[in-house]
């Protein structure tokens, strides 16, 4: 293996910063959940690198590691008809490359 | 006679027979297995070892980590920042685990569910329970936890918010929940004993401590 090449991937992201979920849905195994795709949140934390379980589900090695985050949402910007109450929130593993920086109007 | 009388013959429930021919995965599984036995990449002493490891766990495990974490805010502090490092320090062993403790307090109730199929701290509660694998609580815990909560008893009022951990990638959580009034000075045994595998996943608060 060579090690250089498989160096993880930098975050982008940091703690506070507002960030939006792809809105994409390309084929194969996924982790980015649905109802997530396209909404805005903030990063609630760095997790470190992991090979990328998409390509790992297909028997490839993953790299390099691509930087996970728990991303915090508003129940009310997910379901736009949530019933309890607006200070309700949702933690999301959510890797790198599904996220594009948010904007400031969140 | 109940209904359970008639179903169960023996007066206990079992697990029922599958005497049906294997499906194609429950053939891939076991021709997999062979083979690596076959091949000596894993024995079956180490398979039937693991085996009994993952049955033997329990939730009695994750609750010493609760007890010590409500009368060691030192120890708490740690547990929040590597759930990991906090399980070892305690001799429970986790192996790859990446454990993410979070505080249930007076003002935020956790609660936690894997949307995509069935992530569990298992070294800290055992298997996971049916209820947690299924679709209805899986879909649901995302899109109404309160009324979810509430069908487990666990009612929140509308000033506490609640928040939810969709274990979706490779951390695992743990709920610690909030420590029940009127246990002072009680000792770590005695707290670890009011701790449930309900209450570490969320559905549930801590038990209260009767009259």
Known sequence: MIVAASAPLSPRFRPGDR???????????????????????????????????????????????????????????????????????????????????????? | MSELDEDHHHGHP?????????????????????????????????LRRQIELMDGAHAGRGSLLVARAWVDPAFKARALEDGSAACRELGLEVGALRLIVVESTERLHNLVVCTLCSCYPRPLLGLPPDWYKSRAYRARAVREPRAVLAEFGTLIPDEIEVRVHDSTADMRYLVLPERPADTEGWSEEQLAALVTRDAMIGVARAIRPGP
């Open chain 1, 19 to 106: 960030v939006r979920v792809r809105r994409a849905d390309p084929p194969g195994h996924l982790r980015t959940p649905f109802y997530c795709r396209g909404r805005a949140g903030r990063i609630e934390r760095f997790c470190g690198a992991f090979p990328n379980p998409e390509e790992l589900a297909y028997n490839r090695a993953g790299l390099p590691s691509q930087p996970l985050y728990r991303v915090r949402f508003r129940q009310t910007e997910l379901w736009p008809d949530y019933t309890g109450s607006a200070a309700d929130t949702i933690e999301i593993e959510i890797y790198q490359h599904w996220l594009e920086p948010g904007e400031a109007t969140e």
């Open chain 2, 14 to 46: 079992t697990a029922p027979d599958e005497d049906g021919p294997l499906g194609y995965y429950r053939t891939l599984e076991v021709a997999v297995r062979e083979l690596l036995i076959a091949k000596g990449v894993i024995t079956v002493e180490a």
